[in-house]
């Protein structure tokens, strides 16, 4: 996109916040219900667009992408009142006459930064929960899923005013122009390594941040799981958008004794769900691109292989392939971002959570167990942005917990209450009346003064 049309954009955007300083509660709701009304109408042409990208089928499509949008906005309609109303906090008897309130205001111009993954999802969602806490948007979608930018960007022309929210489309050159600005707020969706770049930018300007990265998310196994129920959820996270999702569990660490049995469950399930021929099954997503197909490709050791393996360079499809590693492989060196589950084994809960928190703090981790023991000391001791106990994904499928990354796996959170949280600034107001003064805290002081204020403050 020309320099000129994206400086224009931020002009236009920044006139609405001028002339909008505050944009009320009803006006938020109004803008969120066309939101909603037309990605219901546009429906067929998101799903559209995320198969042509992705291959993603249209359930899938729905399932992860439009629907949680869908869910995303509705919640936010019966609550965004609630949540922007002034909140009362208790005032010390030390500041009498007086009341005291937090009040919750729009951080500004915020840039939405989305990756290519769940294009849709992970572009709209932050857009809702910072429409909701009353702020303006420019989103920058991904330039590698073209067919759902230009479905997005059709969308936001038809929903909402060019000073509220807008669309920059584009690549590298068109980011790193709109990361030169000087926005409010900054969301950023995607890797760790665009991410450093990302903060250092907002740094210059002294701009918050939130960051939603990934990493290495583990799935913990132990002998006294459910073997059967863990690979049919262990298949479902990992091969949701052929695994190219990040909080897909990356690795699995299971105790020695069930490896065998584990890896015959996941081939079970594998072919239950996805045939015995996946790269043939239409419903079974594509790499994103040929780059990250042979990225995925090369991270396969034929020689490791305990299942699948197989790959389709015309449809970009890598059938799902269960590999035996160790910590050294190269398959456990990065983030897979693919349908490839490399398995490592464990004699003791203490060495996994060890050999984990030696690694980077995942975005997500998952534990399959019986044992409320084994639970509670893999919580206690492993730092994680998130996850799950016996299952994997589906704690981001409730609006109602943030979702959110610690340290290179992220900064802040959002989702529902915590997305509107996120995306406002919270103004502490102390309101002393005038009808009374207590000279307690003016000079002179005296002893009696001295007693009072030990007496309040202690």
Known sequence: MVESVILDKISKQREFIKN??????KDRKKALKRLHTNIK????????????????????????????????????????????????VHTPLSHFPAKSYRLPTAYGSVLVISPWNYPFLLSIQPIVDAISAGNSVILKPSVYSPNVSAVIDKLIKNTFDEGYVTTVLGGVAE?????????????????????????????????????????KSPCIVDKTANIKLAARRIVFGKLLNAGQTCV????????????????????REIVKQYSSDPLSNKDYPKMINQK??????????????????KCDNGTLKIEPTIVSATFDDEVMQNEIFGPILPILTFSDITEAVEKINKLTHPLALYI??????NQSYVLAHCRFGGGCINDTIMHLANNRLGFGGIKHSGIGAYHGKVGFETFTHYRSILHTATWLDLPLRYQPFTKFKEKLIKMFLK
């Open 248 to 267: 897909a569990p990356d690795y699995i660490y299971c105790e020695e004794s069930v490896k065998d049995k584990l890896v015959a469950e996941l081939q």
């Open 368 to 373: 399959f167990s019986s044992s409320a023991k």
């Open 175 to 215: 980011c790193t122009l709109l990361l030169d600005q000087d926005f409010d707020y900054i969301f950023y969706t995607g890797s760790t390594r665009v991410g450093e770049i990302v903060m250092k930018k907002a740094a210059e300007h002294f701009t918050p941040v939130t960051l939603e990265m990934g990493g």
């Open 20 to 25: 909008n300083p505050v944009i009320s509660v």
């Open 41 to 88: 109408e546009m429906t067929p042409e998101i799903c559209d667009a995320l198969y042509k990208d992705l291959s993603k089928s249209k359930i899938e499509s729905y399932m992860t992408e439009v629907g949680v949008v869908l869910n995303e906005i509705s919640y936010m309609l019966r609550r965004v009142k609630r949540f922007a109303r002034k909140k009362r």
């Open 292 to 309: 990250q197909f042979d990225a995925m490709n090369r991270l396969i050791d034929r020689d490791k292989v305990l299942y699948g393996g």
